[in-house]
């Protein structure tokens, strides 16, 4: 469907279609419950209102990708690898620190 997603404004829009559609479909679905004085119809009324908001909302539709994030270009120094010397961290700090005491000794 859509490339790449779903953009943020997209993603309200969604929410907000989700937020009304389900709500007013349950409250006519109620009132035509009421009226056949069957709670079964209330509920298929309901559950056809949440399948019909979720075929909306959940889909990556275009219309839900119009204003898409621009990605920021590559930066091409960030490629570089740079090489660490680690001849000098194979001892541990503290037995660094104790050698030094070692060498002072005592007076």
């Known amino acids: 469907m859509g490339k790449g997603g779903m953009d943020y404004k997209g993603q ?32 298929y009324g309901w559950l ?13 539709w275009p219309i839900f990708n119009r204003n898409p994030t621009p990605w ?6 960030a490629r570089k690898q740079t090489v660490v010397d680690d001849e000098d961290e194979d001892e541990a700090p503290a037995s660094k620190a104790k050698a030094k005491k070692k060498k002072g000794g005592k007076r």
Do not use: R
Request: glycine share 6%; aromatic share 12%.
């Open 48 to 60: 056809a209102g949440l399948v019909l908001a979720m075929l909306i909302c959940v889909p990556d």
């Open 72 to 77: 920021l270009e590559e930066i091409p120094s």
């Open 12 to 43: 309200k829009l969604s929410e907000q279609i989700y937020l009304v559609l389900i709500p007013a479909v349950g409250s006519v679905a109620w009132v035509f419950g009421y009226l056949a004085q069957d709670f079964k119809q209330t509920f």
